[in-house]
């Protein structure tokens, strides 16, 4: 494994397969990341501000963010694009807005062809670069913490999966 992809000891990894090509199992996630992205202030930077989700522009050096459709209108850059190869791999910077400048994780989702479909595998990694006491740890470290993570991201990633699922029933 190359080191620059190998997880750290505090990351979470979540698969599912979709029966849909690799190529618009991407264009789902990333497309339609407001589609599918909960709202709400346990998924949303923004809290309970109307907003949407979008990686902007849709390219390595582009911006993921949350873009606030109020009155006070803005946008909180969760992270920036690092790689994009569409129908392949996406990797970008991920923070939550309690993090200090500086502080990242970094999140890559890969789209592997399957005989059935696609297999969506989502790493989230970085975790340890962040003080035990983080807010976004909830008190929490090791094993309890990742076990959270994981549950948060699998919500995420079943909710995209049935997006996609729709898009190829034509709903």
């Known amino acids: ?8 000891a505090d990351s979470v990894s979540v698969t599912t397969d979709i029966a849909i090509a690799p190529e618009t199992a991407f264009e789902a996630f990333t497309k339609d990341v407001d589609v599918w992205w909960k709202r709400g202030p346990r998924y949303r930077p923004g809290m309970n501000r109307p907003s949407r989700m979008g990686f902007e522009p849709a390219e390595a050096g582009g911006r993921f963010l949350e ?6 209108g ?3 850059e969760i992270g920036r694009i690092l790689e994009w190869e569409e129908g392949v791999r996406l990797v970008f910077e991920y923070r939550a807005r309690n993090f200090e400048p500086g502080q990242l994780t970094e ?7 399957t005989q059935d479909g696609t297999r969506v ?4 990694r970085g975790w340890d670069g962040l003080p035990v006491n983080h807010p976004a740890r909830h008190d929490l470290d090791g094993p309890a913490f990742t076990q959270m993570i994981g549950v948060w991201w699998a919500d995420l990633v079943v909710a995209a999966r049935t997006h996609a699922i729709a898009l190829r029933e034509g709903k």
């Open 1 to 8: 494994m190359n080191p620059e992809t190998r997880p750290s």
């Open 67 to 72: 873009i606030y459709e109020d009155e006070e």
């Open 74 to 76: 803005g946008a909180f």
């Open 107 to 113: 999140v890559e989702i890969r789209f592997q062809p």
């Open 121 to 124: 595998t989502l790493i989230h």
